[in-house]
């Protein structure tokens, strides 16, 4: 049984922990990825196709993929942020990728025209006129993460799919909701909070 | 306005061709002669190759063949980012960055040129009373301007650096006849007074004989001709005249207001 309120609170600080560094090392790369994609012409359609195919592997089927990879394989925690960092690459590249590409086009030629290097173009002018709709890739990341994680419990990885596994496993409501409600939160929470922020810092 | 051509060659186009692909031409043989203080206007309808012809004078655009020279240096010999920070830049709408207040606009080139903050304020300061803006104005957002305040900036910001070449790529089509008329107006005081080399693009004929000293009609990809107000409205070009019945500005022949 759901022994206390500490105990939850753990484990659902487990589950962000995973959440936030799997969220993290997907910025890290889907990021400069999308970027990249929008200077090399003919490299957006394979990597924007490879986002979306690991998109479509059963969640369940990835982390037994997984389970082989030498580092990887030999903690659950690892392989679990691995396989939801896998898994947010796909909104963090498309929306990184689009929202480069959805600038103004005379606006970028205007700088282009007045003598902007590419660089200067890249951090002065589309990445911030492309932060709304970056952040609105890593909100949506972030709230499929949180969903995911609960998968984790399957391969060992705690979190709060932990109680719902067990819930489900005892025939427990009481189990499940102990799982299932503080995740619904957290999704919740991050969407309300990168929500925010994307309007923040969206211009105009 | 600049009858006397005799100042040097600022600009020349040397059989230049461009094409996306093979035998799909935009630009066919074109050779030209800007010179030095003179306001060309070049005047053609949609499609016609004309601001295909202003991209390639700072190389937003390469040509197939053929060569443009810029102060006596074919644009592909020059580095690209100096080219172009030594011509100013116009386009419809302005195109100004619409996260940058008036101020970080009009200071743009400026700033990447790594002037002194000091003199950036200053210089800013300067070019929006000079296009006519109220210097209150510097804080502001693009958005919260008029369409035609933010051409006056758009205006400011290509002359920042003093660049003695400005190219303008119907800087005034968005604009209302009377917000128009006043900038036109404008202009051609603020260009009496700079004497820059001016290549301008426009589809109003009337706009065209008002600010040119040469106007340069363009049809498919190809020069028509290239001639002063008061012998554009007289030539004999089949071509011409089917402009100028156009804008039934055959008759009268007033040619520059200037």
Same mark, same amino acid.
């Given at each position: 049984m759901v022994q206390n309120h500490s105990e939850v609170l753990r484990v659902t600080l487990e589950h962000l922990w995973m959440v936030v560094v799997s969220i993290f090392l997907a910025v890290l790369v889907g990021i400069p990825l999308g970027i990249l994609i929008t200077r090399w012409p003919g490299l957006d359609k394979p990597v924007l196709g490879g986002a979306n195919i690991i998109q479509t592997i059963p969640s369940l089927a990835l982390f037994g993929f997984l389970l082989p990879v030498p580092w990887i394989g030999a903690r659950a925690d690892r392989l679990a942020i691995l396989a939801l960092s896998l898994y947010a690459l796909l909104p963090l590249i498309r929306n990184t990728y689009t929202g480069i590409k959805g600038v103004d086009h005379s606006v970028v030629e205007a700088g282009r025209g007045m003598g902007m290097t590419d660089r200067q173009l890249l951090f002065q002018v589309e990445l911030p006129l492309a932060l709304g709709v970056i952040i609105a890739g890593v909100r949506v990341a972030t709230v499929i993460s949180v969903g995911l994680a609960t998968i984790a419990a399957a391969i060992g990885? $705690? $979190?709060?799919g932990e109680y719902i596994f067990r819930g489900l496993a005892m025939v427990n409501n009481q189990l499940i909701l102990a799982g299932a409600i503080p995740a619904a939160a957290l999704a919740l929470l991050a969407d309300v909070s990168l929500g925010w922020l994307e309007r923040r810092l969206s211009p105009s | 306005m600049n009858p006397s051509p005799q100042n040097g060659v600022a600009i020349a186009f040397r059989d230049v061709s461009y094409s996306f692909s093979a035998g799909n031409d935009l630009l066919n043989h074109l050779n030209l002669q800007i010179h030095r203080g003179e306001t060309f206007v070049l005047l053609g309808r949609s499609g016609s190759g004309k601001t295909t012809t202003l991209k390639l004078i700072n190389d937003l655009v390469s040509p197939t063949t053929g060569e443009v020279l810029v102060e006596g240096r074919a644009t592909t010999q020059w580095d690209r980012i100096r080219l172009r920070r030594g011509i100013g830049y116009v386009i419809q709408d302005a195109?100004? *960055?619409?996260? *940058?207040t008036v101020e970080r606009n009009v200071g743009l080139v400026p700033t990447i040129e790594q002037w002194s903050a000091d003199r950036i304020r200053q210089r800013v300061a300067e070019l929006l009373q000079l296009v006519g803006l109220d210097p209150a104005l510097g804080g502001r957002y693009p958005r919260e301007l008029s369409g035609g305040q933010r051409q006056r900036v758009g205006v400011a910001r290509a002359l920042a650096a003093d660049p003695p070449i400005l190219l303008m790529d119907e800087p005034f089509g968005a604009l209302d006849p009377i917000t128009r008329a006043e900038l036109q107006r404008e202009f051609m005081s603020l260009q009496q007074r700079l004497q820059k080399t001016v290549v301008f693009v426009t589809h109003d004929l009337r706009e065209a004989l008002l600010l040119g000293s040469r106007i340069a009609l363009m049809e498919t990809g190809r020069l028509v001709a290239a001639l002063p107000p008061d012998e554009f409205v007289k030539s004999a070009d089949p071509l011409v005249q089917k402009y100028l019945d156009a804008f039934g500005a055959k008759a009268n022949g007033n040619g520059g207001t200037s």
């Open positions: 990885a $705690g $979190g709060l | 195109g100004l *960055f619409p996260h *940058f």
